[in-house]
């Protein structure tokens, strides 16, 4: 064991749960207790707990068996301190004065946060104010730049893929046209790799507008050779070539006066537009619970282990990102307030162009 002169470690887990949360968290806590001697503060509830003030202890009786179980056993939640005008009622403080009494109270030598692109981007500011934090990517949607791989994505993958599966069977029994709504509000990571990997003849991304027509266009040519169903998989932030020329508020406005979800208004533009009968099916948060698969489970592990060794050696504030098959530590700042969207004409697209696939535009 090479003691570490870091000795107490919180970690939190913060905004949309992601599946090898828990594993993330066991290879941390595995390697710090095991190989420098560490002991670890579990903060509850992201960062709504950080400035509360809840926290338990982890251990390894806590913690071992947690590999293969989804979610999080820290709890999550969508805070961002440094928007919270709010004083903290356990406090009286403000969420970043409270945030920052925990820290000292609890005799924090460093925190881990475990989050997306805006947990990250709040472990960026935290940092700034002076805590010891290190980040690592975990998100369903693969969206946190510099980093080829965000942990949970692969499980989430896999579920809307065997999904989309289940779907086709009933499409093709039916002669249907099968629309299915996937997560993904500014990326379409999921809807494409689940996409192709099921064979779908439409995917919708929130990076290439569609027009209904060129939709219905694909649709009709399917049932004209012969093909007796169609299945179109919608990413949750898909926007038609109208919708895509609104700023961000204006968008806002039409999504939420639309009285439906994307996926269940573009059933209804293919059932105008072909005549066709068409069914709707929204896999929402099943794509982001469950145990996560063998390639998170390892994913998670290894950032959470690879966390440790940074922390020994007093690398802080920087995050975890995955490039060329290894880890490495680059400066928070560098993800902060960014999204990786799919590149419009990267080889994905083109791959998936190439074998039929249409976007849509
Ligand atoms: O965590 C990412 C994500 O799953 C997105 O894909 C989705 O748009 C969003 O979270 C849903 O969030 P919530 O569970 O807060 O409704």
């Not at 289940?166 to 500014?186: C, L, N, Q, Y």
């Not at 949750?236 to 806002?252: I, P, V």
């Not at 948060?285 to 469950?290: A, D, F, K």
Request: hydrophobic fraction near 35%; charge should be positive; glycine fraction near 12%.
């Amino acid at each position: 064991m090479s003691i570490s002169s870091v000795k107490r470690v919180g970690v939190l887990t913060s905004g949309g749960d992601a599946p090898g949360l828990n594993a993330a968290i066991r290879g941390l806590c595995l390697t710090g207790i095991k190989k420098y001697g560490m002991k670890f503060v579990g903060i509850l509830d992201g960062y709504k707990g950080f400035e509360q003030g809840r926290c338990i202890d982890l251990n390894i009786e806590n913690i071992d068996s947690i590999l293969a179980v989804g979610g999080t056993l820290l709890g999550s939640a969508r805070e961002k301190p440094f928007k919270n005008k709010e004083k903290i009622k356990e406090t009286g403080l403000s969420a970043i004065e409270s945030i920052k009494k925990h820290y000292k109270d609890w005799k924090l030598d460093a925190v881990v946060v475990l989050g997306g692109n805006g947990s990250n981007t709040t472990a960026g500011f935290l940092s700034n104010a002076g805590l010891n934090v290190i980040g690592l990517p975990k998100t369903i949607d693969n969206d946190i730049v510099h980093t080829d791989y965000t942990f949970g994505f692969s499980t989430a993958v896999e579920c809307a893929t065997e999904c989309i599966e289940r779907i086709k069977t009933t499409a093709f029994s039916h002669s249907r046209v099968m629309v299915v709504e996937v997560m993904g509000h500014k990326v379409g990571w999921i809807a494409l790799h689940s996409g192709i990997a099921s064979g779908a003849d439409v995917i919708l991304l929130p990076e290439i507008p569609y027009q209904k027509e060129i939709v219905a266009k694909k649709i009709l040519e399917n049932a004209k050779v012969g093909k007796k169903y169609s299945i179109v998989v919608v990413s949750e932030g898909a926007q038609d070539t109208n919708e895509s020329k609104l700023d961000k508020k204006a968008f806002k406005k039409v999504r939420s006066s639309m009285g439906c979800s994307i996926g269940e208004r573009v059933a209804k533009e293919i059932e105008n537009e072909t005549g066709l009968e068409t069914r709707v099916t929204v896999l929402g948060h099943l794509q982001r619970g469950g145990s996560p698969n063998p390639y998170d489970r390892f994913m998670a592990t290894h950032f959470g282990a690879t966390a440790c060794d940074y922390i020994y050696k007093k690398e802080f504030g920087k995050i975890l990102v995955w490039q060329n098959n290894s880890i490495k530590a680059i400066p928070l700042e560098l993800v902060s307030g960014q999204t990786k969207k799919i590149p419009f004409d990267c080889d994905m697209i083109q791959t998936a162009k190439n074998i039929g696939i249409s976007f849509g535009g």
